[in-house]
């Protein structure tokens, strides 16, 4: 099956550093990457959609001056957490929509997730 | 907005009983519903998926159900082993982005 990586898996920063998290579809091509995030004990939230070569969409609530995204290829999506704090501290989960020629594919695959701890 | 419930929060059963997850949802207009799986501080792993045209999907001893026009899905889990041990979510997705539920916490007790 398509295989969803992310890079680093667990990171600690001191409050006020910027934080990259990498997505890569390792074996397709993903046009759309979605960004979530898990806080303790709460479900998944949609943070933003990511299109390769265009700006992303943020969900409303979700500051996109402080949440980077930016996908530059068909597999490769990253979120920088800038000037993080400790509220930052989460659980990043992205998601690649799969792209098949010739139709339209809903199916996504996530990644393995991240873990944020900001001190 | 989508809104995704699932009911219950947590459940305890011991082995081998058989069990089911109860998720609905507000916004019957859905692509397709997804069950998945989630080990403590792990990421995701996907169980099951139903496309809106679908009523159920099997996989082992797994089945999942879908009633789209009352809002609800099922996961039907059979002969439960305490390595079922873990958090359950369902996602349904109108068109894009996947909308979680909150997820029910499972226990089997050996």
């Known amino acids: 099956g398509a295989v969803v990586s992310q890079h680093p898996s667990r990171v600690i920063c001191k409050s006020g550093t910027s934080v990259k998290i990498e997505c890569r579809s390792l074996?397709?091509?993903?046009?759309?990457m979605f960004w979530y995030r898990q806080f303790p004990k709460q479900s998944l939230m949609l943070m933003a959609t990511?299109?390769?070569?265009?700006?992303?969409?943020?969900e409303q609530g979700v500051e996109k001056d402080k949440f980077l995204i930016n996908h530059a290829s068909l597999t490769l999506s990253t979120l920088t957490v800038t000037s993080a704090h400790p509220e930052d501290s989460s659980f990043y989960i992205c998601?690649?929509?799969?792209?098949?020629?010739?139709?339209?594919?809903?199916?996504?695959?996530f990644g393995p997730g991240t873990r944020l701890l900001v001190l | 907005k989508q809104e995704v419930t699932q009911i219950p929060a947590a459940l305890s059963v011991p082995e081998g009983e058989n069990l089911v997850l109860n998720c609905s949802f507000t916004?019957?207009?859905?692509?397709?519903l997804q069950w998945f799986r989630q080990d403590p501080g792990k990421g995701l792993t996907s169980l099951l998926l139903?496309?809106?045209?679908?009523r159920e999907q099997t996989s082992g001893r797994l089945n999942a159900s879908l009633d789209k026009s009352s809002g609800r899905s099922t996961l039907y889990i059979a002969a439960s082993q305490p390595g079922d041990s873990a958090t359950y979510l369902c996602?349904?997705?109108?068109?894009?982005?996947?909308?979680f539920g909150t997820g029910t916490s499972l226990t089997v007790i050996p």
């Open positions: 998601s690649a929509r799969i792209r098949r020629a010739g139709e339209y594919q809903e199916t996504q695959y």
């Open positions: 074996d397709f091509q993903a046009t759309t």
């Open positions: 990511s299109n390769e070569g265009s700006k992303a969409t943020y």
């Open positions: 916004d019957s207009a859905i692509y397709n």
């Open positions: 139903i496309q809106s045209s679908q």
């Open positions: 996602a349904v997705a109108p068109l894009g982005q996947f909308y």
